[in-house]
């Protein structure tokens, strides 16, 4: 499936972790925030995320034949760059060297650092980090400012 998408770089996308944990209000992205980011020239973009309606009708959604980390991983595998906030799924794809941009909210989780754009543990992560509680403009702002740039001539 990856294969047969159009030219361009292939990234992964992960919005929200698992509503059920206590901190997922403050790390899940409403979907509508994402619209500058998926309008990104030259990305084809590939849904992660597991229960959450994609936000763009564009994202390709093969979920619903994800069923294991080892099914996660296989498609991680096959993309360029994985974009995704505090979930299994960033630390999947740190875990296993890919690239990872992790969309981090302003009170991050401890794993994640105080203060940086990189992670001691996975060092291909680098992290957009929000400047106040909520302000989720501007991380996905600047991601899509550094994928556009990325994509370049």
Request: aromatic share 8%; net charge positive; proline share 9%.
């Given at each position: 499936?990856?294969a047969?998408?159009?030219?361009?770089?292939?990234?992964?996308l992960?919005w929200a972790?698992n509503?059920?944990?206590?901190?997922?209000?403050?790390?899940?992205?409403?979907?509508?925030?994402?619209?500058?980011?998926?309008?990104?020239p030259?990305?084809?973009?590939?849904?992660?995320?597991?229960?959450?309606?994609?936000?763009?009708?564009?994202?390709?959604?093969?979920?619903?034949?994800l069923h294991?980390?080892?099914?996660?991983?296989?498609?991680?595998?096959?993309?360029?760059?994985?974009?995704?906030?505090?979930t299994?799924?960033?630390?999947?794809?740190?875990?296993?060297?890919?690239?990872?941009?992790?969309?981090?909210?302003?009170?991050t989780?401890?794993?994640?650092?105080?203060?940086?754009?990189?992670?001691?543990?996975?060092?291909?992560?680098?992290q957009?980090?929000?400047?106040?509680?909520?302000a989720?403009?501007?991380?996905?702002?600047?991601?899509?400012?550094?994928l556009?740039?990325?994509?370049?001539p």
């Amino acid at each position: 499936r990856v294969a047969a998408l159009p030219p361009g770089r292939r990234v992964g996308l992960a919005w929200a972790g698992n509503p059920r944990h206590a901190d997922d209000a403050r790390r899940s992205i409403p979907p509508a925030l994402l619209a500058p980011l998926l309008a990104v020239p030259g990305v084809s973009f590939v849904s992660l995320q597991h229960g959450r309606a994609a936000p763009a009708p564009h994202l390709h959604d093969w979920t619903a034949g994800l069923h294991s980390f080892a099914d996660t991983a296989a498609l991680l595998q096959t993309l360029d760059l994985t974009i995704s906030v505090d979930t299994a799924v960033a630390h999947l794809a740190g875990a296993l060297g890919r690239p990872v941009w992790l969309l981090n909210r302003f009170d991050t989780d401890w794993r994640w650092l105080r203060e940086g754009d990189r992670c001691p543990w996975y060092p291909t992560v680098r992290q957009f980090r929000q400047t106040s509680p909520g302000a989720w403009h501007s991380v996905i702002a600047a991601v899509a400012a550094r994928l556009e740039a990325d994509a370049g001539p």
